[in-house]
């Protein structure tokens, strides 16, 4: 370990570290640190400019893990991030030349800008962790975790994530923007000289290792969880299913990932159980991309987390 005593430790020293160079942003910052408790990806949502792409890097530089970033554009070939097999002359043999995703953290930066053919080079490796090249199935390293970020949908060139892809996604972490007095504390450290491209002299450095990590992870797998909270997962995710405003619901692989992230939520508050509080804080997140809004409802105002706010308050708790 890199100078802690324990998995909790770890991830305090990792809030440390990212705030360092990260004003506010701590219920994003939370989502992901929950996120890589139970091996999920992440995509978050923000407009230009909110810091999307500099959280994610401050928090791939706390931790002793491989990462690497993709630049997602219109001309991205699928190979560009998966590899290729190429021939060398000088041996005579063809060789597999890993792409950005043999890694630990890969951020894939602005996905919604490429279109959907290297969009799904992603899925499989993001839900076997393995792509495969030429018919051959190549593992990617433990952990994997693709951190994805997007701008909103309603931006001039961009392909929107096919309800398959949007389904890999643990949580859709919406960035919003920063409060007055966030943006003014945001102004003061750049005009003391932070250049938010080099981490190094800000002075974040790796605080949490994979070892960490792994032992933090079997901590939140072995959480308890009592069969009324396990149904109130389920009640929610059919109450979406089943929601006249909804023209799709959660899948089982939904209820599924709200399960996990609510134990890592419990984990993070400091229990050894899941309560329904936490299967509520992380509903949205967890549903808000595995559902769609009636079209004529979507043209009056309604949004996924309106839709989901309204099922919160009607689906019976378990006391």
Partial sequence: ???????????????????????????VLSGIVAALLVRGHVLLEGVPG???????????????????RVQFTPDLMPSDVLG?????QHSGSFRFREGPVFTNLLLADEINRTPPKTQAALLEAMEE???????QARPLPEP??????????????TYPLPEAQLDRFLFKLLVPYPSAEQEVEVLARHH??????DLAVAGVHAVASAADLAAARAEVAGLTVQPPVLDYVVRLARATRESPSLTL???PRG???????SKAWAWMSGRAYVTPDDVKAMAKPCFRHRVAVRPELELEGTTADRVLDGLLSVVPVPT
């Fill in 129 to 135: 962790r393995q792509v495969s090249v030429d018919g």
């Fill in 50 to 68: 909110v810091a999307k792409t500099l959280l994610v890097k401050t928090v791939a530089a706390s931790l002793d893990l491989r990462y690497r």
């Fill in 249 to 251: 619901g959660v899948s």
């Fill in 1 to 27: 370990m890199l100078g802690v005593s324990s998995p909790r430790d770890a991830v305090v020293a990792l809030r440390a570290e990212v705030a360092k160079v990260v004003v506010g942003q701590d219920g």
């Fill in 144 to 157: 994997f975790v693709v951190i994805a970020t997007q701008n909103p949908i309603e931006y001039e060139g």
């Fill in 192 to 197: 003391r000289g932070l250049d938010p491209h």
């Fill in 255 to 261: 209820a599924t990932m709200l399960l996990h992230a």
């Fill in 84 to 88: 290729q097999t190429i021939f060398e």
